[in-house]
């Protein structure tokens, strides 16, 4: 399948190649790789200088995009639209303009109905310099999601970027039908600093990356049931669980619901006395629970999906 | 308001809702006639994983028992709880999960009437009176989606900075009229008048189709780009390829 893309790239777009890593990727190279070469269309592209109204008043830099791009492509040849967060532009965080155009996008998706919405999250959460506008925003996003999975649309989250996809990004994710991740793709609410911060260094030490990534990280949400897939830090495989997860995530409604009530109802009977993710692991019956951190991408896979089954109607 | 204060004047021919460590969970008879399922957060408490998927579980058994009648969520909350275990557990899911339950309820016909009457913050706010459709405040209540202090870390400007810059913008300041400049809060109740009566005035007005939220806050000044360039999108994504 890569191939025949390849072929039909344009130049300008081929620049990035599919075996590239996705965490190393601006939002954009995401965006061009991930969809058929010469697809994407922008919605309000940077262009038009649609920058956040509020920046200025702390005197900091603007983007032309706001950090967030929203438009339309092709995926193996099926329309799909899309938004992209640009963790490198003020860690990818919600602002008002930022959320606004994912908004707008989700209640389009809902009144067609037919053409799924995929969210390349890369997020530290709320704008603060924007605080109240961001919340808000993550608050609309999260309705208009909603709306549009009861209108029989797939929303498709993925996540694997230097910001990872903390607070109110967290809870967005929480509400799509499936969720990709890969090792880099933290989800969490409270961010390590955040809960140092608050909790003391004896409740979690922000700086032990190993706990970080093992409390947080890609390979604990997947074998917690937290995330539906496990996917290599490349464009290739993003791309190929994205159409994999389009595929076969589920619907929404009272069922899902009731199942999502049990399945975290039965993680809760199960880990709630667990001290550290290492515990749980175990408990799932990871056979060397201690190699999962320094695990390979397949490796890891092939023992996730003994252990865990995603489950596709939980969600 | 004292919470019992807010209950008997909500609810005049009395309620069983009980304050569980902090959870209220209940319902009570509404003026006009018919039930309110009750859900809620007092006494400042953080919501963490087991909290959540109480209100949740009370969230689907009212939909399970069937009616028509509105869902109340009252809220007086601390932030999310912020916790190793709580983050270990998978928080994100099970805080989408309880707001996802209120918005599936509203669909469902079941009005979900938020009532901010203390303190909330962060994802606890998302998850609880952000997710209704219809939120309103009593006199005194104390949104914040981050206190200054911490505001001030992260930004590395002082309190005193931020307090001055707070006088020429709404947007990112706590408090309730900063939140309600963008379109978060509908209204702000008297606390003079019968809370019931209040409450059956804002369940008899008609439905208004969609999230208002974002037009609100651009009436009101506080958000002057989210409601077109929500709209603007929109209408680039329904043009033919």
Known sequence: MSALLTETEDKPQTAWDDAASWYEASARQRVRSLLDAGSF??????????????????????????????????LSGEPAFIAAQEGRFMGGAFGEVHGAKLT??????????????????????????????????????????????????????????????????????????????????????????????????????????????????????????GADAFTSDTIQSFRDIALHLIRSAPGFGMDVLKAEQARLGERLERFSSCADA?????????????????????????????????????? | MTLDDILASLFLEGHDIRNNDGLLLGSGPLKGGGRAEVIGVADRTAVGVDDAIRLSGQVLAALERGGDGPILVLVDSDSQRMSKRDELLGLNEFLAHLAKCLIYADMQGRHTVGLLYGHTAAGAFIATALATRTLVALPGAEPEVMDLPSMSKVTKLSIEVLKEKAKSTPVFAPGLDNLAQTGAVLATWDEKISLADQLQALLGNDRQGGDQRDRLGKARGGRPKAADMAERVYDLALQPE
Not at chain 1, 106 to 124: E, H, N, Q, W
């Open chain 1, 104 to 225: 707008g996008l989700l209640r389009a998706a809902r009144y067609v109905k037919s053409i799924p919405v995929l969210i390349l999250f890369d997020t530290g959460g709320v704008r603060l310099q924007e605080a109240n506008a961001g919340e808000l925003a993550i608050a609309e996003i999260m309705r208009a999601l909603i709306e549009a999975r009861m209108a029989g649309v797939k929303v498709v989250g993925l996540i694997g970027g230097r910001a990872g996809c903390y607070g109110g990004g967290g809870l967005i994710a929480g509400c799509c039908s499936a969720l990709a991740v890969s090792e880099q793709g933290r989800i969490s609410v409270s961010g390590p600093e955040v809960i140092e911060t608050n909790r003391g260094v004896e409740e979690f030490d922000s700086k032990d990356r190993a706990l970080v990534w093992r409390t947080m990280g890609g390979k604990h949400r997947r074998l917690l049931g």
């Open chain 1, 278 to 315: 290492l515990d749980i692991w175990k408990a799932e019956g990871v056979p060397d629970a201690e190699a999962v951190p320094a695990m390979p991408a397949e490796d890891f896979i092939a023992v996730a999906n003994k252990v865990r089954e995603p489950r596709y109607d939980a969600r």
């Open chain 1, 41 to 74: 269309k922008e919605f309000i592209g940077p262009e038009q200088r649609e920058v956040s109204p509020h920046l200025r008043v702390f005197e900091l830099p603007e983007q032309f995009d706001d950090g967030m791009i929203v438009g339309r492509g092709r």
